[in-house]
């Protein structure tokens, strides 16, 4: 089992950041297919960012792509992602998620077995 902890989420004004941070705990060595998501009220959830421990390799939704950056700390086993340029349709519920999926298979569609609690992204305009 794993456990996930989402925080850093807040109020900003457009143009500010914030940087969400995820704790991960358990059987941690397991899943290193990791991602952020986001789900704002009315619509579906979005994959936002996704990236493999251990390999260089990220990828993100068109949507924040060059603006948020996803990064691990495997010392600390925290998953990060920082969020530059925000933009009133960033609000949303953010979450963090992990898999035990191999690297040809992590993707933002992949299926994520654990998940964690939310925090909250609002950007005012």
């Known amino acids: 089992q794993v456990q996930l902890v989402e925080s850093g989420g807040g109020s900003v004004q457009a143009g500010g950041s914030l940087r969400l941070s995820c704790a991960a705990s358990?059987?941690?060595?397991?899943?290193?297919?990791m991602a952020w998501f986001r789900q704002a009220p009315g619509k579906e959830r979005e994959g936002v960012a996704v990236?493999?421990?251990?390999?260089?390799?990220?990828a993100y939704a068109d949507s924040v792509r060059g603006r948020f950056t996803i990064s691990q700390d495997n010392t600390n086993n925290t998953l990060y992602l920082q969020m530059n340029s925000l933009k009133p349709e960033d609000t949303a519920m953010y979450y963090c998620?992990?898999?035990?999926?191999?690297?040809?298979?992590?993707?933002?569609?992949?299926?994520?077995?654990?998940w964690g609690p939310g925090t909250q992204v609002t950007v005012s305009s």
């Open positions: 990236s493999y421990t251990g390999v260089i390799w990220e």
């Open positions: 358990g059987s941690t060595y397991s899943t290193k297919c």
């Open positions: 998620a992990a898999d035990r999926s191999a690297f040809r298979s992590c993707a933002l569609r992949t299926t994520f077995s654990y």
